[in-house]
């Protein structure tokens, strides 16, 4: 069980991500559709066939109404094509959306590559409207917080900032 370095600086703004995603006619979504409107949780992982990340995945959609009383969204990112990522979410209900990095690995601004799995490795960040205030890189996907953390971090999130809260 590794950590791996922080790739964002805290408090600075996010970068630039624009990816196809699982929604209908696998829409672009990008991080600029949220900026100044929702608190974020990003989540990238190794991929649906990860037994790991694929049971983080349902733990986080089993409490996505939790996070979105918190003002969030989540959005989870894989090399995983966009067909896979439809079918993913048609099996197990996930109702957030499921973005697919399998072109330009615009995820390696948040994250690194697992050159061995050619995977993204298992991260998890939480934002305000505009920057990261966590965010952990490790191993495997079970070794991130489990969603009753994430729910504090983003509740935490309201109540120190007045322009990312309705509080």
Aim: net charge negative; proline share 5%.
């Amino acid at each position: 069980m590794s950590r791996l370095p922080e790739k964002l600086k805290l408090y600075e703004v996010l970068p630039y991500l624009s990816l196809p995603s699982n929604r209908k006619d696998n829409a672009k979504i990008t991080l600029w559709d949220f900026k100044q409107r929702k608190n974020l949780v990003l989540f990238f992982h190794h991929g649906f066939k990860c037994p790991h990340c694929s049971a983080k995945l349902r733990e986080i959609n089993a409490a996505y109404s939790l996070i979105q009383a918190e003002e969030a969204e989540i959005l989870a990112i894989s090399f995983d094509s966009v067909r896979d990522a439809e079918a993913f979410a048609e099996k197990e209900g996930i109702r957030f959306p499921l973005l697919s990095d399998v072109k330009d690995r615009d995820s390696a601004q948040f994250t690194y590559v697992d050159e061995v799995k050619q995977a993204l490795y298992p991260s998890l960040f939480i934002t305000d409207r505009f920057s990261a205030h966590y965010q952990k890189i490790v191993d495997e996907a079970d070794e991130l917080p489990p969603v009753k953390e994430i729910v504090y971090w983003l509740g935490l999130i309201q109540i120190e900032c007045p322009e990312c809260s309705h509080l």
